[in-house]
């Protein structure tokens, strides 16, 4: 039987539990794999409280330490490299300099050694079989931020193939995972603690950011390949407005926003409904999530030259006259500002959007000025039948 002060050193503390969720939290919100490693040793060294950290890979080509915290490469040593290339699990220990050391293997592509390394001061306390568990604990979702990125750095040369095998193969468990975090949050099969219900609430919002991201690599895919799929019909615009929004409405009204919908009588547009309301749900969430609260968000809309125009107006952070003109609708492109980085995303909503809209016959542009909103619109044909006044 275990010792009881072994049992009270391996039991995690309310504060700890907090530590490692903070942790968690502050690594994956980025596609790059660079920023993850970065985010990945900084949020380390500050859940153990140590001095400082590196993470090492060494594929074929030979070692490389890819991520410092507070230090930088050249200060590492030779011992300290050898420490974190031997490590084949995690533990912890002392160098010859009686630095207390704590090491763990991390996720890499194709066998390579990556693995993570931090110390302490000599004459600070050596890292107890707790900090091990929680470091374990860390690492487990550290290596899917590291894989997920990684994915994403081999995948940027081919992005439709990668598309197409990702969302095959991931979309069944990802409903699995949806599906049973809803049940757990309703407590289907028994009653939550806080703590509980907030990390099973990071789990559901997780899932549903990869479902979105695996729809929109599949539609990447098919885009680039000329392979999407359209239905186009006669849609009225406002009755698809009005679907979007009943989703959308509440989320607005919880930030204090406020929404303005300017809709004349409107002829019928020719688009494929789904994917009309696919185009409007980017635009119009856009608006909400990178508009402060308080803000405005207007949605009007008219007849022109044979076309509907729509448009989305907000008065939120705007974008960057640089990315305008070289980023926006592209691929896996993300504005470098706080509030988009408090968000996850693949950065491809836009380029989807865009190629619809252009792929059912109209056409999608934007104007933005930094700290004072955006406008983004898009046309579409308006139906042929002679009927289609809505």
Known sequence: MAKEEDIREFAPTYES?????????????????????????????????????????????????RACAVLSPEDIDDPALKLVLCATQAQTGTTPTSRPYIVSPLWSPEEAICA??????????????????????????????????????????????????????????????????????????????????????????????????????????????????????????????????????????????????????????????????????????????YTPSEGKITVTAKEQDGFVRLTVIDTGIGISLEDQQSHLFGKFFRADHTMVQEHRGGGNNLYVAKRLVELMGGQMDAESELDKGSTFWFTLPVAASENGQS
């Open 116 to 289: 993570l390394y931090a110390d302490r001061a000599p004459d600070q306390e050596p890292f107890s079989k707790s900090e091990l568990k929680l470091l374990e604990a860390f690492t487990q979702q550290a290596n899917i931020a590291i894989q997920n990125a990684h994915t994403f750095y081999v995948a940027a040369s081919d992005e439709a193939e990668f598309g197409s095998m990702i969302a095959h193969d991931l979309r069944l468990p990802i409903t699995s995972m949806r599906g049973y975090s809803d049940m757990l949050l309703k407590e289907a099969v028994g009653p939550l603690t806080d703590m509980q219900r907030q990390f099973l609430s990071v789990v559901h919002a997780n899932t549903y950011y990869l479902e979105t991201l695996t729809y929109n690599l599949s539609d990447i895919a098919k885009i680039d390949h000329d392979r999407m799929p359209l239905n186009p019909v006669e849609v009225n615009l406002k009755e698809t407005i009005d679907e979007v929004l009943s989703k959308l409405g509440p989320k607005i009204e919880e930030k204090e926003q406020a929404l303005e919908i300017d809709l004349p009588a409107l002829p019928h547009v020719t688009a494929d409904k789904a994917r009309l309301a696919q185009v409007l749900r980017t635009l119009i969430e856009n608006a909400h999530l």
């Open 17 to 65: 539990l907090a530590a490692l969720y903070e942790a968690i939290q502050s690594i994956g919100p980025t596609l790059d794999l660079e920023e993850t490693l970065e985010q990945t040793i900084q949020a380390a060294v500050d859940l153990l409280e140590a001095e400082w950290g590196f993470i090492v890979w060494e594929p074929e080509e030979g070692t490389a330490v």
